[in-house]
């Protein structure tokens, strides 16, 4: 067992580990402290866990201390790879789904088509420009350049495949905010979903990147939120309609919730497709990732 503590993990799992264990941990002397932050640098889980229970750790706490320890070793062992759609709601993924993915996430590998997007658009003023970019080039500001080309992706390596949304998906990945039910899907991104739905791995997509499998999959089960925009926070409910119109079952789901679909170990949530606040759509994507992981 290993935890991935170094600057190429995610140190949001260590904190939030690290919380609970000086919330329970009594450890008096600076030697003792040191001793602790190096084993966690070196994340060695079974030396940080033997070193806790040996000093200070009150009895009723160990159980739990330990129980939580190993669920973060197990979410952080999983191998997961994210498919980008460039950069920025508008023509890219959107930011705020991908980090959100990603803090929920350690071992990553992040991919990306090697294709022109489908055009750019001026973030401030909301229109296209005339310039052209690429969806890998512009996917690897998300990245801080560590992605690869999705023809690179080995699902073999990997136990997971999560698609974050924005536009990019509809524009880049597939051409739905053109052509809607009736669009097709970018050869790479098609095989990529066929190959990881042929291994019986887990896929996991948000926002409007569910209509993907919409197309993929038919008959298959996902969210894109409510199918009615009774409450104005639903503004494209309309694109549950049409993917039950391709022979899915959408199931209406609230922004912080999920549906899994167990059989095609498809799971799925609205985030952004909702007109909710940031920390709500951040939880959303907490819950699809985890469920995510537990079918990997």
């Known amino acids: 067992m290993h935890l991935n503590c170094s600057a190429n993990g995610n140190a949001f799992h ?79 993924s959107e930011i705020h789904e991908a980090s959100a993915v990603l803090v929920h996430l350690s071992r990553v590998k992040m991919f990306a088509p090697n294709i022109e997007q489908m055009h750019v658009v001026d973030h401030v003023k909301g229109s296209p420009t005339e310039e052209t970019r690429n969806v890998l080039v512009e996917s690897a500001r998300l990245a801080r350049g560590e992605i690869q080309d999705l023809t690179q992706l080995k699902v073999s390596d990997l136990d997971a495949v999560i698609f974050p949304g924005g536009f990019g998906v509809a524009k880049n990945l597939c051409s739905w905010a053109v052509e809607g039910k009736n669009c097709s899907v970018n050869d790479q991104v098609k095989s990529t979903l066929m190959a990881f739905h042929g291994a ?60 899994v679909d167990e059989k095609n170990k498809i799971v799925t949530t609205c985030a952004f497709m909702c007109k909710a606040p940031l920390h709500e759509i951040f939880d959303g994507v907490g819950e699809m990732v985890q469920d995510v992981l537990k079918l990997a």
């Open 14 to 92: 260590l904190f939030s580990f690290l919380s609970v264990v000086f919330a329970h941990v009594d450890i008096a002397h600076p030697p003792q402290k040191r001793t602790l932050l190096q084993l966690c640098d070196d994340g060695s889980a079974r030396a940080l866990v033997s070193f806790l229970l040996l000093h200070g750790v009150k009895k009723k706490v160990k159980l739990k201390l330990f129980c939580r320890f190993s669920r973060e070793c197990f979410r952080m062992g999983k191998r997961v790879a994210v498919v980008l759609a460039g950069c920025g709601v508008f023509d890219g």
């Open 200 to 259: 019986k791995k887990p896929i996991g997509l948000c926002c409007i990147s569910p209509v993907l499998a919409a197309k993929v999959f038919p008959g298959c089960e996902l969210t894109v939120g409510h199918d009615t925009n009774d409450d104005g926070r639903f503004p494209d409910a309309e694109t549950a309609g049409a993917i039950q119109e391709l022979g899915c079952k959408h199931v209406c789901k609230k922004v912080n919730e999920t549906h």
